[in-house]
């Protein structure tokens, strides 16, 4: 059982990296803007509301994303463990996730920091944008969101240091070595 947070700035790998982490551990990586993605490509209410903020690199509105997050972790995949990737984002969004955690009388086991330069991250960025045709992914929106992340999300990081969960990751670099230095660093923290 591993329940885990991915955290960093857009483009640091974070999606890439939970899709690799929940083959190693067997538990569902949990990406909200990859559903908010399908709701807005499926035309349904909330992906219709989402848009607009995804559209201007804004966060879709808390209340809307911990219904979201609350009830996709009552999922029956879940009851082993899961990985978060951009969700919590906001002091709010914490509270919630653990108001969740306490009703289901779970823990995370750690907060995965990945940390990434920021001109490296508005090159990924960028290239995504063309590779994958992303709407949300111009040139100002992705300095906006970069912006909304460090007011907004790198705040977090100090909750979760505090409470000693925090493994800070160098996100750069081949794929399967980011995925070693994680799972390394996670091994080094359950030893501890």
Known sequence: MMKLLLIGPPGAGKGTQASKLS???GIPAISTGDIFRENVKNQTPLGIEAKSYMDSGEYVPDELTNKLVRDRLQNPDCVNGFLLDGYPRTAD???ELDSILTETKSKLDAVVQLTADTDEVVRRLAKRAIDQGRS???EDVLRNRL???EEQTAPLI????????LVKVDGLGEIADVTRRITEALDSKNKN
């Open 23 to 25: 083959e190693v551990f």
């Open 93 to 95: 969004q914490v509270q």
């Open 136 to 138: 949300d992914d111009t």
């Open 147 to 149: 912006h909304v992340y």
């Open 158 to 165: 100090s909750v979760y240091e505090s409470r000693g969960l």
